[in-house]
């Protein structure tokens, strides 16, 4: 069973950066996409940014622009960096993995903070 490894969340103010970073316990090309959701209090689970196998990514409309969701193949690792933040940026965010029989995983979650 692939596990998912979140790290970078915390507190910023607005208009600065953090990057997340999400290692897979397999490698990243056992999957047909990976990506980012986020949930903010009292809120619906949102897409933020997903890379497709052999596809370009893929993003929020609310992030377009300021965030960037990149791979390194050899760590199997995504990442996603995010500048110009926004207090309406703050909420938990999560890693997602679809495999290549469609199961999909989740990590654990990170919290990002952005004061105002």
């Known amino acids: 069973q692939v596990q998912l490894a979140e790290s970078g969340g915390g507190l910023v103010q607005a208009g600065g950066s953090l990057r997340l970073s999400c290692a897979a316990s397999?490698?990243?090309?056992?999957?047909?996409?990976m990506g980012w959701y986020r949930q903010a209090p009292g809120k619906q689970r949102e897409l933020v940014a997903a890379?497709?196998?052999?596809?370009?990514?893929n993003y929020g409309d609310s992030v377009k622009g300021r965030f960037t969701i990149s791979r390194d193949n050899a760590k199997n690792t995504v990442y996603l960096q995010m500048n110009s933040l926004k207090p309406e940026d703050t909420a938990v965010y999560y890693c997602?993995?679809?495999?290549?029989?469609?199961?999909?995983?989740w990590g654990q979650g990170t919290q990002v903070t952005v004061s105002s």
């Open positions: 890379l497709s196998t052999g596809a370009s990514a």
């Open positions: 997602h993995a679809l495999d290549n029989y469609f199961s999909n995983t």
């Open positions: 397999r490698s990243v090309f056992s999957f047909k996409s």
